[in-house]
């Protein structure tokens, strides 16, 4: 089960993520996009081989070159280590952005390259009729 982790800031848009798919190692799985009045926020789990290290030095998005500025769960630039269930949770920190159906990430570490591709679900609108007069 994943849940959402929005924020519930009156200023923030939380947007649920359709899908999202990568090439290379670490594999990242996107659940929201938190856009706030002072950042926007990736919620996912990083997936790697049990028992192993990795790093990641930087992300950034292709779009406008924006680079994250913080990632809770691990630490740019210092190797971490996958625990049995090969899954870690993140929080990925971007400058505030617009809001968009589908971008690209970049992580750079030292195994070379990982492309993140995002996905977003549309944002229902929802209209209201009038009831007809009998």
């Known amino acids: 089960m994943v849940l959402t982790m929005c924020s519930a800031s009156i200023n923030a848009r939380c ?15 996107v659940d929201s996009i938190d856009y706030r009045s002072d950042l926007t926020r990736v919620y996912g789990t990083l997936t790697g081989t049990p028992h192993t290290s990795h790093r990641i ?9 924006a680079i994250a500025t913080d990632v809770d769960g691990i630490d740019f630039k210092r190797w971490f280590q996958w625990e049995e269930d090969g899954e870690l949770r993140v929080e990925i920190d971007f ?5 968009r159906s589908a971008f690209v990430m970049e992580a750079t570490t030292p195994r070379g390259t990982t492309v993140w591709t995002v996905e ?3 944002n229902r609108v929802v209209v209201k009729r009038k009831k007809a007069v009998k």
């Open 120 to 122: 977003t679900q549309p």
């Open 15 to 29: 947007v649920k993520v359709k899908s999202s798919r990568s090439t290379g190692t670490p594999e990242l799985k």
């Open 57 to 65: 030095d930087a992300i950034k998005m292709q779009h406008n070159g």
């Open 95 to 99: 400058p505030v952005m617009k809001q």
